[in-house]
């Protein structure tokens, strides 16, 4: 069997991360296929590993309307001309008529309107309007669909009506770096303001992440005489970013922060 991987909308993150895994993982063996054909961007593609039966196909398209008009006009030749059998979606839009197809759920914040209005009007609001709708269709047009949580699974399937949709969760496994041996927890009594507790934030600075309120929390925290530090790593949305900037240079006399 020979599986095509639509991956151009996989761009960073934590979807470079589960499909790097889930190639590094796979078997032709233990897993019933012979070839991985893979279609997505030069930086992806080079994040993921190198195997025999995988075959890695650059896709140029840098924006979100740019990837969608080679999905609709390009990609189902591309899996008729590689001969695939089945065609896998872990970002969870497709525009095709091949068929069979399995999608994949790895983004609610479309399904969530409250937070997308955080966003105001703007261009990232209409891209998420606009990405909810591609993915009630994708889903609606799948023959097969994964989830991350039964949470997402009830939210989508609540909005979306196809009772013909197969689906499944599937959790995010976690590498084996991630594991250590246990260890004894500190008193809080235990550090001071020379040997602070370490807070670390690490994701982009999006209105629906609420870092502003986190570094509210630990201003409190401090004020309560508790030797608290904050470090905030990340890109993200350039408004958000301005206000977090503005939060910090409001309280940056109070205690110690970090953001980089």
């Known amino acids: ?69 080679w999905q609709s006009t390009k990609l189902t030749k591309e899996v008729i001309r590689e001969q695939c059998d089945v065609l896998f979606v872990p970002g969870g839009s497709f525009i095709s008529s091949f068929r069979p197809v399995v999608t994949m759920n790895q983004n609610l914040l479309p399904f969530m309107l409250r937070e997308v209005l955080r966003y105001g009007f703007s261009l990232n609001t209409l891209r998420l309007l606009l990405l909810r709708i591609i993915h009630e ?33 599937i959790n995010h496994g976690i590498d084996e770096r991630f594991f250590f041996k246990n260890r004894k927890n500190k008193e809080m009594s235990s550090f001071n303001s020379e040997n602070k507790f370490k807070i670390v934030n690490i994701s982009s600075i999006e209105p629906y992440k609420m870092q502003s309120l986190l570094i509210e929390a630990i201003q409190k925290l401090y004020q309560e005489d508790y030797p608290v530090m904050l470090e905030i790593y990340g890109g993200g949305y350039s408004k958000s970013i301005n206000k977090l900037k503005k939060t910090i240079n409001k309280i940056t006399d109070a205690f110690q922060i970090s953001g980089k």
């Not at 590094?24 to 063996?29: F, I, K, V």
């Not at 650059?58 to 924006?63: M, Q």
């Not at 609540?158 to 499944?168: D, F, Q, R, V, W």
């Open 1 to 69: 069997m020979k599986i095509g991987i639509d991956a151009v909308n996989i761009r960073h993150g934590g979807g470079i991360t589960h499909l790097k895994e889930l190639l590094d993982h796979a078997s032709p063996e233990k897993d019933k296929f012979s070839k991985i054909i893979v279609w997505s961007n030069k930086d992806t593609l080079n994040n993921i590993g190198d195997h025999l039966w995988l075959k890695k196909k650059e896709v140029d398209k840098t924006n979100f309307f740019s990837r969608t008009i």
């Open 137 to 169: 269709r994708s889903y609606k047009r799948s023959d097969g669909c994964i989830f991350l949580t039964t949470h997402a699974q009830k939210t989508i399937l609540g909005k979306i009506n196809n009772p013909l949709l197969s689906s499944t969760v």
